[in-house]
């Protein structure tokens, strides 16, 4: 059975400067799976460039064993990927209901909003409590909580997630991960960027190292949280 997400040979450009070299990997139906490592190693790059907003300069990308390199954003969200950006990219004049709203423009998922939306309220009741308020009155956990569950709002078979801890308090980052973790046990299939490591690790199944915009490690979670190279560079130990 081909993996749902398969990125085969990447390797992206900006201008003469390589960002990603020969990167592959694959994520299958139901999985967790992180790409690790330090700022500026080409993690929100690959993001990119799955989703659409980057053009590889070549390699393959195939979703549902269907190449989508190349392929406008639309289309791809409408094939069912969607991407949670770095930074969270609300938009601070709509409400919190709006910005959800806004998850859902494809067919599919304007077909079911209603249903979603309740579905959204009870996996994050805060966002509920405040769906009439301005998202540019959210704390910084409560803002990532719904750039999450705006990515929610289009019914993906696979959400991409960003550096979900950027900005965040620390005590805050537990609870993100704590909700990705559990998106996670309900069967919703993950591929996450993120350069706190400790965290993401403890809850992915599989995780790829990037180092200068190469993989240079990868293993189960447990096995990188393990690795002697993790353990030295990254986690202080």
Do not use: C, W
Not at 33 to 58: E, F, Q
Not at 87 to 108: A, C, D, H, Q
Not at 210 to 233: A, F, M, P, S, W
């Amino acid at each position: 059975m081909a993996a749902m997400l398969e990125v085969k040979n990447l390797n992206v450009y900006y201008g003469k400067a390589q960002a990603v070299t020969d990167v592959s990997f694959d994520v299958s139906e139901g999985e967790v799976v992180t790409v690790i490592g330090p700022n500026g190693a080409g993690k929100s790059t690959i993001m990119k460039a799955i989703a659409g907003l980057l053009r590889p300069t070549s390699g393959e990308i195939r979703f549902k064993d269907k190449r989508i390199d190349g392929k406008p954003t639309y289309d791809i969200v409408g094939a069912g990927l969607t991407l949670v950006p770095e930074g969270r990219k609300l938009f601070p004049t709509l409400t919190v209901r709006e910005n959800l709203i806004m998850g859902s423009y494809t067919r599919r998922a304007k077909a079911k909003r209603s249903e979603t939306l309740k579905e959204v309220y009870s996996i994050f009741p805060r966002l509920e409590e405040r769906k009439d308020q301005l998202s540019s009155n959210l704390s910084g956990g409560e803002a990532q909580m719904l750039a999450i569950a705006r990515g929610l709002m289009a019914l993906p078979s696979l959400l991409l997630v960003d550096e979900p801890s950027v900005g965040l308090a620390p005590m805050v980052v537990r609870d993100v991960f704590e909700t990705l973790k559990k998106l996670g046990e309900r069967g919703t299939t993950l591929l996450i960027v993120e350069q706190h490591i400790e965290h993401v690790l403890r809850m992915a199944g599989r995780g790829y190292l990037l180092e200068n915009g190469q993989i240079v490690l990868k293993g189960t979670g447990r096995e990188l949280l393990n690795d002697k190279h993790v353990k030295t560079h990254y986690l202080g130990m």
